[in-house]
């Protein structure tokens, strides 16, 4: 489901739907400290192409996206340009390529200021989940399209997670004080999406410390719905997740010449 959902020959929406733009924040100006020493994380290759290039081609190849904003790191949007200048892109996407910021959050902000006017739904991204299938970035957008403020990719959990509390001291044995039900909890990824208002007023407002753009929409009050994720967007953090992303990729040349 690749292809735009609004049929090219359309004049007007459908009923209950509006033909808003999407524009692709991709926050991508972390140093990847959890995966070792070396280039800042977006920029490292897997299978020979930085991940940040695989991230914006994950968006740009959903149709319904028409701007990609890449937030590069804080001294590095010049190299970012000249990436984007070397690798074969899809001419109906428009780029920008801002300077990030200390937090994930400060990033995606700087993002979201740079975004000209005429994009209603915007969809965050982590350069970090380089693998995404369009179907899902597709999913997404639909969601918003339908009229949720806020959209989450999420997967049931494989393990039993555990809430503890800090140990008595540094060594010792963490005591662990309660089992959530597994089958209530998910594990997001992203993209998630977002009537564009509803992120631009989470950002101005929460200032606690996030680790992803919905849950500063549940804290205005707001609802945030899920749609099924999808196993191949996880987040490259360790170095064993650079394995699994190569062997991912190896499939898929195999399967599709891809
Ligand atoms: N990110 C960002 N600006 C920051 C920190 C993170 O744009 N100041 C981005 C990362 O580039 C990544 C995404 O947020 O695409 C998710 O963050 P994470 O996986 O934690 O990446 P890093 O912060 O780079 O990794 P680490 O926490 O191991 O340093
Ligand atoms: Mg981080």
Redesign the pocket.
């Known amino acids: 489901m690749s292809d735009d959902p609004l049929p090219p020959s359309s004049q007007a929406p459908a009923p209950g739907r509006t033909t808003a733009r999407t524009a692709a924040v991709?926050?991508?100006?972390?140093?990847?400290?959890?995966?070792g020493p070396g280039a800042?994380?977006?920029l490292r290759a897997l299978g020979g192409t930085p991940m940040l290039i695989h991230?914006i081609r994950a968006m740009a190849d959903s149709r319904a996206v028409s701007l990609v904003v890449v937030?590069a790191?804080p001294d590095g949007a010049a190299e970012v340009r000249t990436l984007l200048d070397a690798h074969a892109l899809p001419d109906r996407t428009d780029f920008l390529v801002v300077p990030?910021?200390?937090?994930?959050q400060?990033?995606?902000k700087l993002g979201l200021d740079a975004l000209p006017p005429g994009y209603d739904i915007v969809l965050v991204h982590?350069?970090?989940?380089p693998l995404v299938p369009v179907d899902t970035v597709d999913a997404v957008i639909e969601a918003v399209r339908d009229g949720a403020v806020a959209v989450v990719p999420a997967l049931p959990l494989a393990d039993t997670v555990k809430q503890v509390e800090p140990a008595a001291a540094p060594g010792e044995p963490e005591p662990v004080v309660a089992t959530p039900d597994r089958s209530l909890l998910r594990a997001v990824q992203t993209p998630q999406g977002f009537d564009r208002t509803t992120l631009v007023r989470a950002h101005g407002t929460v200032t606690d410390n996030v680790?992803d753009d919905a849950s500063m929409v549940e804290q205005l009050g707001l609802p945030v719905v899920t749609v099924p994720g999808h196993e191949e967007a996880f987040?490259?953090?360790?170095p064993l997740d650079l394995i699994l992303a190569e062997a991912v990729l190896a499939r898929r040349r195999l399967n599709d010449g891809f």
Request: net charge positive; charged share 30%; proline share 9%.
């Open positions: 991709i926050p991508a100006a972390g140093r990847g400290v959890r995966l800042p994380k977006a991230a937030v790191p990030g910021g200390e937090s994930r400060e990033s995606v982590d350069a970090a989940r680790t987040k490259v953090t360790r």
